[in-house]
């Protein structure tokens, strides 16, 4: 009886090996590449970039001064920087929510975050991707290009103490067939433009500019 017990934790023990063996990285000073169909957990750096390879597998991304580079049909629990952009390649899923603050945010086609995608200075824009949350900037240009599906809404904060602030408004765009399910709230001038095409939630702080051409007009 000892002698099965024995075997079966041991091959309990083996079983759940991999759950806990996935490789964490953290740095000061330097890059972090997560290489392409490999399993991580948390990846984190303070000065340098991450780059995470087609079909990896990760945890926590997050840097504080780089961006972050997202391969196609690549998996991960959230990403994050403070001075740097974010890029999703193809297919990726992001099971929380993308954040930065000054740099832009980038998801291509098939995408799906079922967090927030959040910014204060830099734009977002969305390519035929599922959000299961909200967007949020304050000084950024937002995109919900074709095809997209907000589940939240959009909300353009006012800026809080003394910024130097931009010569022209932000500019939202809702493009051809998107939809933002939740609300449209705008603390600050904006300039929106909707495809005909496109369904909104109700609007606060702005007026909605329709437009039927691929593209918003230009300024």
């Known amino acids: 009886m000892m002698r099965s017990r024995t075997v079966l934790l041991l091959t309990l023990a ?108 830099g734009s977002i824009g969305l390519v035929a991707t599922r959000l299961g949350g909200g967007i949020e900037t304050v000084r950024g240009d937002v995109t919900v290009g074709v095809d997209s599906q907000v589940k939240g809404g959009i909300t353009v904060k006012k800026s809080k103490g003394f910024t130097i602030e931009k010569k022209r408004d932000p500019r939202i765009v809702i493009g051809p067939n998107a939809m933002v399910e939740g609300p449209l709230v705008f603390e600050r001038p904006v300039s929106l433009y909707v495809h005909r095409s496109a369904r909104i939630g109700a609007v606060t702080g702005a007026t909605a500019q329709i437009f039927d051409s691929a593209t918003a007009p230009k300024e």
Do not use: M
């Open 14 to 121: 083996l079983v759940a090996a991999p759950a806990f063996s996935q490789t964490e990285i953290s740095k000061v000073n330097g890059g972090i590449e997560a290489e392409a169909g490999q399993a991580y957990g948390d990846l984190d750096t303070v000065n340098g970039s991450i780059r995470i390879g087609d079909g990896a597998v990760v945890e926590e991304a997050s840097t504080v001064n780089g961006s972050v580079t997202v391969g196609s049909k690549a998996q991960a629990a959230s990403l994050s920087t403070v001075n740097g952009s974010i890029k999703l390649g193809r297919e990726v899923t992001v099971d929380g929510g993308i954040e930065t603050v000054n740099g832009s945010i980038f998801v291509d086609r098939g995408g799906s975050v079922r967090g927030d995608v959040e910014t204060v200075n």
